[in-house]
Each structure stands twice: as structure tokens, then as C-alpha cells.
């Protein structure tokens, strides 16, 4: 079935700095690749979201570009923050309604 | 417009009692999900409903786990008896055709 391999965590990072999180997938198809984002405290909300080969999928500086060739759907940001201390979710889905499958997730820490 | 409503959002119970949440989707929103999340991994799905239709469910531990909804606008998650293992975070989440879904807060279950 679906699965989807993120990075493990916790990653932890001065303010600033460059930001990475891999994640590849096993989907059968072409299916949508998302980045969701968990505060602390909070529920999960869509970050970015790409739906289709060379897609790339960007908001609040976080980008992600869909590498059918490698699976791939890396996370990056080029200066982080501390405000975006979170857990980051890389997920996928099948058009049509399907559920997410979503990778285990990777925390990240950014100080000051 | 409002987000996806569930309560409550904590709960603390002892093994082999029963507890139930529920969710209230986005307006118009036909299609339901409830995710299981375990501390330390991505959410995994429970049950999708279209309308007040079953579409997936075998992922639900069906011997104690039981979901409804009823007129396909709000939901209810049971579980009876509840196992040490069940403690997780409860996500409901919501979307409407081939739409991204919105996620809930969450209720986080403790069972000691």
C-alpha cells in the first residue's frame, strides 16, 4: 500500500539558519503531496500542497517541489524562525476523496 | 467560516470504560474523517464517511470501536472497552469534493 518515509527528528536549529526536511513516498499512480503543520497545542494545519509532477507547492516561505523521478517531496525554508517551532507532516492522497496517509512526522525547534 | 468543531478536547478515563467524542465538519462539507493519532507518529484513519455513508472502515477495531452520522453532518467516535493503547490523539477532519481536508483540534484521550 501507500507510505510515505519523512526524516527523524527532532531537529533543532538556530533562527535563521536554512531549513530541510526530506520525505519520499510509495504511492501507487499520481497522487497529491502535502506538507501539513502541528503547533504545540494545536491540530494539523495544510502548509503547502503540490498535485502534480514539477508542481511546487509554497506558502509563509516554505517550499516543496514534486520529484516523480525521485519520489520525493522535500521541505525547505530559507531563513527559519523561531515561530515556526512545530511538527511537520508530509502526507498523500489519491484524487477522489482518499483518506491522507501521512509520514510519522518531524519536530522542529528553532532558537533563539 | 468556522473551522472543524470536536469535543472534548482532553479526556482521562480507566481501562474498560467507555468514551465517545464527537465532531462537528465544516457546512457543506460532505465527507468525514476520523484519524488516530499515536504520540510520536502521523495520523492514521479510522473510518471515512460520505454523507452519513460508510466508505472505509477497515482500519477501525471494529470489537470496540463504533462511529456514527447521523443525517451526514456531525459525528460520534465510541470506544468500548477502552485499552491502555487507545490513548492517542482523536482527529476529525472534513473536505468537500476533491477539496483539501480541514482538520479538527483534536481530543486527546488518556486511559490509565
Known amino acids: 500500500g501507500d507510505s510515505v518515509t519523512q526524516m527523524e527528528g527532532p531537529v533543532t536549529l538556530s533562527e535563521e539558519a536554512f531549513l530541510t526536511i526530506n520525505c519520499t513516498y510509495t504511492a501507487t499512480g499520481y497522487p497529491s503531496l502535502f506538507w501539513y503543520v502541528q503547533y504545540p497545542g494545536e491540530g494539523l494545519q495544510l502548509l503547502l500542497k503540490a498535485t502534480k509532477a514539477d508542481d511546487k507547492g509554497s506558502n509563509k516561505g516554505f517550499e516543496a517541489t514534486y520529484r516523480k523521478e525521485t519520489t520525493s517531496f522535500h521541505l525547505e525554508k530559507g531563513s527559519v524562525q523561531v515561530s515556526d517551532s512545530a511538527v511537520y507532516f508530509c502526507a498523500l492522497s489519491h484524487p477522489g476523496n482518499t483518506p491522507l496517509v501521512f509520514g510519522k512526522g518531524t519536530r522542529l525547534s528553532v532558537i533563539a | ?112
Request: net charge neutral; hydrophobic share 35%; proline share 5%.
Open chain 2, 1 to 112: 467560516e468556522a473551522g472543524v468543531a470536536q469535543s472534548p478536547r482532553y479526556k482521562i478515563i480507566e481501562k474498560r470504560q467507555s468514551v465517545a467524542f464527537w465532531c462537528n465538519p465544516i457546512s457543506g462539507h460532505a465527507t468525514l474523517y476520523w484519524y488516530q493519532q499515536i504520540l510520536g507518529q502521523g495520523p492514521k484513519l479510522l473510518i471515512q464517511f460520505q454523507n452519513n455513508g460508510v466508505v472505509d472502515d477497515s482500519q477501525l477495531p471494529k470489537d470496540r470501536f463504533s462511529a456514527e452520522r447521523l443525517k451526514g453532518v456531525d459525528s460520534t467516535l465510541k470506544i468500548q472497552p477502552a485499552k491502555l493503547e487507545d490513548s492517542a490523539v482523536y482527529l476529525c477532519a472534513s473536505s468537500s469534493l476533491d477539496e483539501t481536508e480541514c482538520f479538527g483540534p483534536g481530543t486527546r484521550l488518556l486511559v490509565l
